[in-house]
């Protein structure tokens, strides 16, 4: 069964750098050639914060632009955010979101990473 797992949360102070992974196993994988990286903050709406679309272009939310990174290995078959200049309004849940997984069994659609802390302190 494949499944997307997520790492590198943690706490950090303001000013920090963090790099969060999220990693596709299980199953044979072809390709995964887009990710989005999701956050929420306890008591506020789920955010888009960064997007990289198959070819390679990239979306940010105003807010973490010049800030955030996001790409994708697909030989390791992995996304990645990196974060820098972190914000304590940075703090949330982060989630990846693959849109499309090819496998030999079929495409697999929307699939959650399990999510992974991210808290910036002052």
């Known amino acids: 069964q494949v499944q997307l797992v997520e790492s590198g949360g943690g706490l950090v102070q303001a000013g920090g750098s963090l790099s969060l992974s999220c990693a596709a196993s299980?199953?044979?994988?072809?390709?995964?050639?887009?990710m989005d990286w999701y956050r929420q903050a306890p008591g506020k709406q789920r955010e888009l914060v960064a997007q990289i679309n198959r070819g390679g272009s990239t979306n940010y939310a105003e807010s973490v632009k010049g800030r955030f990174t996001i790409s994708i290995d697909n030989a390791k078959h992995t996304g990645y955010l990196q974060m820098a200049s972190l914000k304590p309004e940075d703090t949330a849940v982060y989630y990846c979101?693959?849109?499309?997984?090819?496998?030999?069994?079929?495409?697999?659609?929307?699939?959650w990473g399990q999510g992974t802390q991210v808290t910036v302190s002052s």
């Open positions: 299980g199953g044979v994988i072809f390709s995964i050639n887009a």
């Open positions: 979101n693959v849109p499309l997984i090819a496998t030999n069994r079929g495409i697999l659609r929307d699939n």
